[in-house]
């Protein structure tokens, strides 16, 4: 890995991570916070898009340098599994075993789906 290359993937990586900032703050204005609404989508979506990117790579029709600094660096610092898991729990403590059991199954779930289908529409014949 060249130098050039790892700096790509780390500050696509900072680009990521503040897009998921932002893109909470903006899901938690609209809709508030007594579901992680902006976490799923976030999850959902850098799903969808990381099997989209892998499917490209696959069909070399992205170069794998830019695979890694989509995959690696930018939808690595987008999507949250960590903060997925810590929001499940906090639903779980408050009682809401419905919702707690939606957020970390179910996100779970449509975001394997969701990866499925990017991947399969990236490996898709052109």
């Known amino acids: 890995m060249t130098p050039l290359l790892f700096l790509a993937i780390a500050t696509a990586g900072g680009v990521g991570a503040t897009a998921r900032l932002f893109l909470d703050g903006l899901v938690r204005s609209r809709l508030g916070d007594a579901f992680p609404f902006g976490t799923t989508i976030i ?9 989209l ?18 995959g690696v ?21 408050a009682r809401r075993y419905l919702a707690g059991l939606f957020n970390g199954i179910g996100m779970l779930g449509v975001s394997v789906a969701a990866a499925a289908l990017g991947l399969w529409v990236g490996l898709a014949p052109g």
Do not use: K
Request: glycine residues 10%; aromatic residues 8%.
């Open 53 to 70: 990117v892998t499917g490209l790579a696959m069909n070399h029709l992205i170069a794998a340098e830019w695979s890694l600094v989509l």
């Open 43 to 51: 999850n959902v979506s850098g799903s969808l898009l990381l099997g």
């Open 73 to 93: 660096g930018l939808l690595s610092g987008y999507t949250t599994f960590s903060t997925a898991s810590f929001e499940t729990v906090r639903l779980i403590q």
